[in-house]
């Protein structure tokens, strides 16, 4: 897909938008818009990382797998982030795996810029950096949340995290891929969303999720997903879903 001159000039990728416009004009000729469809593998766990990709529309999870087969989400990114951390962090070769949960749109660009662009410091690095540092701070506080939090509280948090990262509150997921993303049973997922379901919260049909009362929604979920917002906000200058 080829890049009209709107986005050119604006790039729906928070993070590119942040950018001086010299430095995004830098980045332009290397830029390519591309779709993500469900279910496409980014990058695979321990393989090296050849493209980075700055979504614009729809979700990407990050996922750990152990030696069973099982797994856990361990990150959600969309148009606030960038896929292909470990580029700029002297290896591109990672544990975890990379996939579309919902599909949309992203600009990718050849990894061995990205890296040549890091390195030359300035307000790329500076800019990408604080990102990692948001990145740190939500894999910190997920880690306790995941130990300390129930999973009425913790499928209420995720489920506004998709909500601000995909910037609507209606999306599609099915009950065994969020038990898959929370590293829990299909059944917990049910007692759970059905919990939610007849407290008015949200309306869960054939993988079909509506938040309904999302004032309610953020006070049943636990403080975690504050927490990690306001990180957003301090480090990268607003909420990621603005």
């Known amino acids: 897909m080829s890049l009209d001159k709107n986005l050119l000039q604006q790039p729906s990728n928070k993070l590119l938008a942040a950018l001086p416009a010299s430095d995004y004009q830098r980045l332009v000729p290397h830029l390519k818009l591309v ?15 050849t493209q980075v990709y700055f979504p614009e529309k729809g979700m990407v999870s990050i996922v750990a797998t152990m030696e069973d087969g099982s797994t856990a989400e361990v990150g959600v990114v969309s148009s606030e982030g960038m896929i ?28 061995d810029v990205v890296r040549a662009e890091f390195n030359r410091g300035g307000a790329i690095q500076k800019l990408l950096l604080s990102y990692i540092q948001t990145i740190y701070s939500e894999l910190a506080q997920a880690a306790a949340c995941n130990r300390l939090h129930t999973l009425d509280e913790r499928l209420a948090r995720w489920l506004l995290t998709v909500s601000d990262r995909v910037e609507s509150e209606d999306f599609f997921l099915t009950q065994e891929f969020i038990a898959q993303m929370l590293g829990v049973r299909r059944s917990g997922v049910t ?25 309610d929604l ?8 504050r927490v990690i917002q306001n990180e957003f906000a301090r480090l990268l200058g607003k909420m990621p879903n603005n």
């Open 35 to 49: 779709l993500l469809e469900v279910h496409q593998m980014l990058y695979q766990a321990g393989e090296p990382i």
């Open 191 to 215: 007692v759970a969303a059905s919990t939610l379901n007849r407290a008015g919260m949200i309306s869960y049909k054939r993988g079909h999720i509506s938040i309904l009362n999302r004032e």
């Open 84 to 111: 292909g951390i470990p580029v700029i962090l002297g290896n591109n070769i990672t544990t975890t795996t990379s996939f579309v949960q919902i599909s949309g749109t992203a600009m990718q660009i050849n990894a």
């Open 218 to 225: 953020e006070a049943t979920s636990c403080e975690c997903y």
